[in-house]
Each structure stands twice: as structure tokens, then as C-alpha cells.
């Protein structure tokens, strides 16, 4: 069987191209994908051959993004138990074949070990789940600085990430100021995650948290992994505050001073990766309205014009977005 995908094809270079779907495997199932959210930043490393270690060459093209969607089940192994045909799942990763999968999400069909497949429940709105892994993301950066009621923490980065932090320090106890660029996500700050938001563009973050907090802040989370952003943080941070690190790191791009966190005797949560209790403790306050999703999807996309959304959001950002959903359904 061949089904629609997006397909990198070089850097800037982006189709819709129908790639063929392996059977699955006995402990695999096969599911017709609802919808899949665009983790923008990774995606972009990857699309600019940028997304490997310094001594390894780039990801080879062809290749399928994404690493999260949402669809239901075709058919399952024989080795599965849990999951059966006509339920809803999330999924992380697909197996492809014939063009490399990192990690293969962003196709209509997609085959998935059960192990990386969790269940959702009548009710639950799919888009809510169609981003759960990045949705994780936030949710583990957020839950791992000690938080106090009323600690102040800074979010430094306005994108998804940012967002389930800032909505995961808050519902901790914290007073969380959300720093961004853009007015549109820093609205969806404070109407989800009830955060003030600072625009980096019009004030200096430095000054406005000095005058909140002269002696510095408790808990700063950065999610744009550059020199710039580690330097402000440290500079916010009071002595034996906490700094989480939650962006992408490239591998030889060295950002931080042991010295520097010395001196202040700061800790530091460097959170990565998913794992299934992370998955599932987020599902569950996704499915409980405790982490919100959907109000911060800007677009929806229909998979036909998926290459060109693409183009115009994720390389060239010809306008301001925040959440971009594939639905693959039309």
C-alpha cells in the first residue's frame, strides 16, 4: 500500500509524495493517521540538514518528518494484546522503508511498535492528542525545577514548548512571566497558562524582571537553545536558582560555563526525549483540560497543501504561527 507523506527532499526542498507502507510486524499496528501536529523547530534542524552530531553527515533525503499524530487502528500483530482494530491511538514514530523516517509521523498511514501507541478515550477531541510527544515535552520540563507557591519563573521562548512549560509551572504554584517575540503566542500565554507575557521586541526582559524580582528570579526554562538565551538566563537567575534547559542543543555548539553555574550555584534539568509515564501523565491532564492544545493550533492544514504551508510557515515564516496541525483525513 502507498500512502501521501511529506517528504523532505533537500534543504528547503519539501513534496507531497504517495511512499509505500511496510505490513506490520507481529508487536506493530497499522494506523490510519487523523491528524499530525508539526513540531516546528526540530523539524526545521532536520529540514536544514542541521540535525545530527558534528562528526555525522545529515539525515539522508527522502525523508518523512514528525514523531507524533493521532489516527486508529487498521490492524495489530499478533503479539498485541491491548490495542485492537477501530480505536483511537496516539503514536510517535513510523516505520518506512523506502525513504528514511525521522520519525515518519507525517504520512497517512503509518506502521508503529504497540509500545509506542497509547489509547484514547471517546470524548477526548483527537487534535487535543495529535501533538502529545512535544505536548510531554513541556509537561517534563515543567515538572522538574522544585517549585514553591509563588516562585517566579521565566520562560524564555513563545513557541509550543514554551507554552506547556509555562502551563505546567503555573498549575505547579509559580508565577510565570513568558518572554517572546510575537504578540499572537504570548496572547495564548496568558490566556492559557496565566503567564504575563513580555515581547522581547518592545521591552528589555532584564529590566522589567529586575524591577519584579531585583535579587533575581527562581526558576528560569530556556527553549532557544542559542548563546544569547543561556547568557540572559544566567543573568536572571538569583543565586541557587534553577535553570531548565528545554530547547535543542546541537551537538558541539557549547552554551554553557560550569563556572558560571558555580558561582551561583545553580541547578540544572536538561529534559529530553519522551518516555510512556511522561506520555501518559500528560494524556491525562490533556484529556482533563489541565494542559491546554487545541486553542493554541493556528492553522489546520488540509494534507494535500501540506508541502505548501510548509514552505510559507516552517522555512520562510511569511506570518506568525504557533501550532500547525495536518489533518490527513480530507
Not at 509505500?20 to 493517521?33: A, F, G, H, W
Not at 501533538?131 to 514553591?148: F, W
Request: glycine share 10%.
Amino acid at each position: 500500500m502507498k500512502a501521501p507523506a511529506v517528504v523532505y527532499t533537500g534543504p528547503g526542498q519539501v513534496e507531497m509524495r504517495k511512499v509505500e507502507i511496510p505490513e506490520p510486524r507481529e508487536d506493530e499496528l497499522l494506523i490510519r493517521t487523523e491528524y499530525s501536529l508539526v513540531s516546528s523547530g526540530t523539524e526545521r534542524w532536520i529540514w536544514r540538514g542541521e540535525f545530527h552530531r558534528p562528526d555525522d553527515s545529515p539525515l539522508p533525503v527522502p525523508l518523512v518528518p514528525g514523531y507524533q499524530r493521532v489516527g486508529i487502528v487498521e490492524e495489530v500483530g499478533s503479539e498485541v494484546k491491548d490495542l485492537q482494530p477501530g480505536m483511537r491511538v496516539t503514536a510517535t514514530i513510523s516505520r518506512l522503508e523506502e525513504v528514511t523516517a525521522f520519525s515518519g509521523s507525517h504520512c497517512q498511514y503509518g506502521v508503529t511498535h504497540f509500545s509506542q501507541c497509547l489509547a484514547v478515550e471517546p470524548g477526548v477531541s483527537p487534535v487535543s492528542v495529535s501533538g502529545l510527544v512535544l505536548t510531554q515535552v513541556g509537561y517534563n520540563g515543567g515538572s522538574r525545577p522544585v517549585v514553591h507557591e509563588g516562585d517566579v519563573a521565566v520562560v524564555l521562548g513563545d513557541g509550543l514548548v514554551g507554552q506547556w512549560l509555562a502551563q505546567r509551572l503555573s498549575m505547579r504554584g509559580a508565577k510565570v512571566f513568558v518572554a517572546g517575540r510575537h504578540d499572537l503566542r504570548l496572547d495564548r500565554a496568558e490566556a492559557y497558562a496565566q503567564a504575563y507575557g513580555i515581547n522581547v521586541r518592545e521591552e528589555d526582559l532584564m529590566e522589567v524582571m529586575r524591577r519584579i524580582r531585583p535579587y533575581g528570579v527562581d526558576i528560569v526554562a530556556d527553549t532557544l537553545a542559542v548563546p544569547d538565551s543561556i547568557d540572559l538566563a544566567l543573568g536572571l537567575l538569583r543565586h541557587d536558582g534553577q535553570l531548565v534547559l528545554n530547547g535543542y542543543y546541537r551537538e558541539g555548539y557549547h552554551l554553557l560555563s560550569i563556572q558560571d553555574l558555580h558561582e551561583k550555584e545553580i541547578s540544572v534539568y536538561n529534559p529530553s526525549g519522551w518516555t510512556r509515564e511522561r506520555m501518559e501523565a500528560t494524556l491525562k491532564l490533556v484529556k482533563g483540560g489541565q494542559m491546554e492544545v487545541e486553542g493554541l493550533v493556528t492553522h489546520r492544514v488540509a494534507w494535500p497543501h501540506a508541502a505548501e504551508a510548509y514552505k510559507r510557515l516552517v522555512w520562510n515564516k511569511e506570518e506568525d504561527f504557533l501550532g500547525i496541525v495536518i489533518d490527513w483525513q480530507v
